[in-house]
């Protein structure tokens, strides 16, 4: 048999580490719940980050591993950061030449503007649909090795569980045909997960409706770690909405978009009656040097904390303005299209008028499946190792969002469809390597394991189809969703996720009382979610638990009764008291969470960066003012 | 303003299978859109009239109209659901699947011939590998502008559901991927392949099916100008064949170019 590889996940990641399997000339099958061109990738707005460095800035892809470990606040490995800012520039030129409509100068090159957590115009975009139009490069592609029959594209197709065999290696996946629900075993020498992140574990957020985060939580479950659970960014300005939050990009700040609320609590003034000297530009006025495009950690607590503490939200509501008024119309449409006309479609009001209403909202995690790398010893990574992406289970690999790496306690802006494509481009000779490594001996995938994989879930969804309890599922999640909303945000309290764990056992038991709601062997959308839906619960449990024990403050991780105290120095490094308890708090939290699942509940053990034995950068307290 | 909203959804249970209505009433809530009040009705399964039933099976994923996956037919005008707001709609509000893709349940088709037809035309740009191989070639803003623009297409198929020439009878490839040959024709590197990607457009079911009803255009949510990427495609495929019919003979010696 030739070998035969299984990446789970059609977006950036789950692309690209196609591709790189196809180019080798490796058969592919690719799993993905929806048509891959409509996975999540498409939602993200702003750009891809590359010190391509065009604007005369002196930008050099070590200031972006810098600004990329300091916005993570030093808790990401380094050598793949390295890695992911060293090659962002050829990947930008990888995608101009698979003919993405990146904006451009006068001159015929690519465009950059600036984002949050840097000083420089280090990302390149296409309008404000920056991700789709990535997405869309990489599908095309993709359907060319199709076309080569290199590629097998399982569509509408759910990812249940890998196989393991007697020695716990992963030798394939069940998956469920979510129109036939039909269940099948497939054999597979390497697996790649690149099912995205686990927004709706918060019910409403930017993600998109299929970001379960199903197939990682399944994954922990059958033993891969899931390191970093805590750690969940919540993106500054989204537009609230009944069934999601949409996001307003970072870029709307990054051309220049400003935010503030009026000076007078309550004012019921229209904005644009509210003269200048009567707003405060809170951002602005606390960090004079990166003012609106402060990291997303620091922006979203500023506006939790001028809403929720001062109660300065306009009207009196639960958002700030995001103001883009004073850019000229056509400029906007040039450079935010997409995002302008989301917002006047959904909110039917013309942004570039009127100042958008914004309020922070659950983005991205950025734990995930813990992920191992190998580097040399001047910190790059060893080309084609198999250790690159690979997770605990041997022959199970992860990449994308669904990946621990790469951003550490919090990402900036424009690097998430970086560290997709990176991560993806390691992956996948990672994963051929493995094959000729360790496969060969191995031989075929015995077919009674395939057989017992296909039975357990066999099983599974039987029992499933028999759930005639009272709950309604649905209402599980949404009530899961309201728990970790309240329990696990911008700002967390001991107290709080005490109460919150006992409510997810509870609605671990909920769901146990679960009414299927429909029985029907097509397309029946109510039985998938039941399974996602435990999952999802796992994940969560995770969630609240790694946040219980972090008793510290570190990126979007923030809990105020274990905030250091402020420095009395500009710079913090001259406050000797500041240092010593910065240092302190480092020694024992600067660790990364690795969440094993047990069947009493998550065990939180916490690992040493291995970095930090010969470190590209010495960690340092982050300020941006 | 009602405090209800009341919702009919025409349902079957699978291909070739009897299709009936439901009526469904939710509360309403304030920004409350198609996807909202679908989700209301998987949280409590019941019919006006108090009987239980499934919840309704539909598609969706972004809510943002980027991906194109919650297209359906509602008060009969074919759209995304999630940018249809419940305040602009007239009400009891009609939600029915798609009718020019086969069916698959409820309000989900099957839209895989849409990317077959990518598949046909040949619609990306053939790279010639992943490496490091520089910057792509310079071009103009105005480019990218027009190019940006046929760049947003989502494939979601509003543009062959309202095409008359979109019929079961038929095989009209329809506008969206006509639309993304004008797309790499007009890249400075996808021009180099334009003509593999025009012969797609001239087999049977291609441009010159195209009926010239100009409905495509009115209906694309993302207002890509499909009739001029139709017109802009006919021009450019006749003159193709123009082409093919000057130079068959040296086609014949093996140059030709692929279909």
Known sequence: MPERYIVVGGGLAGLMTVIKLAEAGKHVDVFSIVPVKRSHSVCAQGGINGAVNTKGEGDHPDIHVKDTLKG????????????????????????????????????????????????????????ASTGQQLLYALDEQVRRYELDGLVRKFEYWEYLSFIKDEQGACRGIAALDLRT????????????LATGGPGIVYGRSTNSTINTGSANGRSYMDGAIYANAEFVQVHPTAIPGEDKHRLMSESARGEGGRIWVPKKKGDTRRPRDIPENERWYFLEEKYP???????????????????????????????????????????????????????????????RHEPMKIFPAVHYSMGGLWADYEADANNNLVPGSPRQQ??????????????????????LGANSLLSCIYA???????????????????????????????????????????MSGTENPYVVGQQMGDLMIKSATVVKHNSQLDGALD??????????????????????????????LWNMLEIAHLMLKASRQRDESRGSHYKPEFALPKPKTPNPKDDPEFMAAWKARNDKWLKNTMGTWTPEGPRIEYQELRSLRNPILSPEPRHYD | MPDKVIVRIERSDGPGQASRWEEFQVERRPNANVISVLMQIQRNPVTAEGKSTSPPAWDAACLEEVCGSCTMVINGKVRQACSALIDKLAQPISLQPMKKFPLVRDLTVDRGKMFDALRRVRAWIPIDGTYDLGPGPRQAPEEQELRYVLSTCMTCGCCLEVCPQVTPATQFIGAAAISQVRLFNT???????????????????????????????????????????????????????????FFRDERKRGAGPAG
């Open chain 1, 503 to 532: 409510e997810i056992r509870t609605l671990k038991e909920r769901w146990k009382r679960c009414n299927v709601l429909d029985t029907g062997r097509t397309v029946n959308q109510s039985a998938a979610y039941v399974n996602q």
């Open chain 1, 424 to 466: 993806g481009m390691v992956a996948g000779p990672a994963m051929i390597s493995r094959a000729r490594n360790e496969m060969k001996s191995k031989g075929d995938v015995p077919s009674s394991l395939l057989q017992s994989g296909k039975k357990q879930w066999d099983e599974r969804f039987a029992a499933i189809y028999r």
């Open chain 1, 72 to 127: 993570g606040d030093f808790l990401a490995e380094q050598p793949p950061v390295k890695g992911m800012c060293y090659a962002a520039p050829q990947i930008i030129y990888l995608l101009d030449r698979m003919g993405v409509p990146f904006n451009r100068t006068s001159e015929g090159l690519l465009d950059f503007r600036r984002f949050g957590g840097t000083l420089h115009h280090r990302t390149a975009f296409a309008g």
């Open chain 1, 289 to 351: 040097r990166y003012g609106n495009l402060v990291p997303r950690d620091v922006a979203s607590r500023e506006i939790f904390q001028v809403v929720k503490e001062l109660g300065m939200g306009v009207e009196g509501q639960d958002a700030v303005y995001l103001d883009v008024t004073h850019i000229p119309a056509d400029v906007l449409d040039r450079k935010l299209g997409g995002i302008m006309e989301i917002y006047e479609k959904f909110q039917g009001v013309d942004p």
């Open chain 1, 181 to 192: 629900m039909d269940i099948q075993a497939f054999p597979a020498d390497a697996v790649c």
């Open chain 2, 187 to 245: 890249h400075p590197t996808g021009a180099m392949n334009a003509s593999e990607r025009l012969h797609g457009l001239m087999e049977a079911g291609g441009v010159n099916d195209c009926g010239k009803a100009g409905n495509c255009v009115d209906a694309c949510p993302k207002g890509i100008p499909l009739t001029s990427s139709i017109a802009d495609m006919a021009r450019e495929s006749a003159k193709q064949g123009l082409r093919d019919w």
């Open chain 1, 390 to 411: 690979a997770t605990n289970i041997p022959g199970l690999y992860a990449t994308g969002e669904c990946d621990y790496a790469y951003h550490g306690a919090n990402r």
